[in-house]
């Protein structure tokens, strides 16, 4: 390369996608950890998600059986509300 201008140029580009590595490196590691951090905790509220509807239908299935109107307007708020997080 003989070009001083071509030179600098092709330098400069080079520097800008060293620099946009490092960017991009910096911010995956950060994200990594940050996923580390959230997934445990995520984990904790699927099972207790889980341990609450399976506990409605429990109620529901009974429910069914002693029809008592309350407890079914009770169910039927509940289950709105889990709809609504989901």
Same mark, same amino acid.
Request: hydrophobic fraction near 50%; proline fraction near 2%.
């Given at each position: ?12 580009? *080079?520097? @800008? *996608? ?5 960017y991009?490196a910096? $911010? /995956? ?5 940050? *996923? ?22 429990? @109620? /529901? /299935?009974? /429910?069914?059986?002693?029809?008592d ?5 009770? *169910?039927?708020? $509940?289950?709105?509300? $889990?709809?609504?997080?989901?």
């Open positions: 390369m003989k070009s001083d201008t071509t030179t600098t140029a092709l330098n400069l580009i *080079l520097a @800008v *996608l060293v620099i946009l590595g490092v991009f910096l $911010l /995956n590691i950060m994200r990594t950890r940050e *996923l580390r951090r959230i997934t445990p905790v995520a984990m904790q509220v699927n099972t207790k998600m889980l341990m609450i509807q399976s506990l409605l239908t429990d @109620v /529901n /299935n009974y /429910n069914q059986q002693a029809k109107p309350e407890m079914a307007k009770m *169910l039927q708020a $509940l289950q709105t509300q $889990l709809s609504a997080i989901k």
